[in-house]
């Protein structure tokens, strides 16, 4: 059973930093890809970066040289390093893993305000 638990979140003023942690059991993820999501009420989910299991990154254009995405492969572990943070990043943050099909985390809130 797959299963993926993202920590981190939090509250955080607007130019603060977080780092998220999704960690994985139930499978060595090390060569698959993994992302991170975040969405709002009443939006859809948005794709915010994503790693290959090469370790190829890619970035939306709105987090773009603010986040940094990661994986440490003998934790399997994912992180997202976000820093500049601004209040409309505020979203629920999900990791999301490719196997089979895609797994997705609980989800983690992360609130920039002053």
């Known amino acids: 059973q797959v299963q993926l638990v993202e920590s981190g979140g939090g509250l955080v003023q607007p130019g603060g930093s977080l780092r998220l942690s999704c960690a994985a059991s139930g499978s060595d993820v090390s060569r698959n890809g993994m992302g991170w999501y975040r969405q709002t009420p009443g939006k859809q989910r948005e794709l915010v970066a994503i790693i290959t299991g090469g370790g190829t990154t890619n970035y939306s254009v709105s987090v773009k040289g603010r986040f940094t995405i990661s994986r440490d492969n003998a934790k399997n572990t994912l992180y997202l390093q976000m820093n500049s943070l601004k209040p409309e990043d505020t979203a629920v943050y999900y990791c999301?893993?490719?196997?089979?099909?895609?797994?997705w985390g609980q989800g983690t809130q992360v609130t920039v305000s002053s």
């Open positions: 999301t893993l490719w196997l089979e099909r895609t797994y």
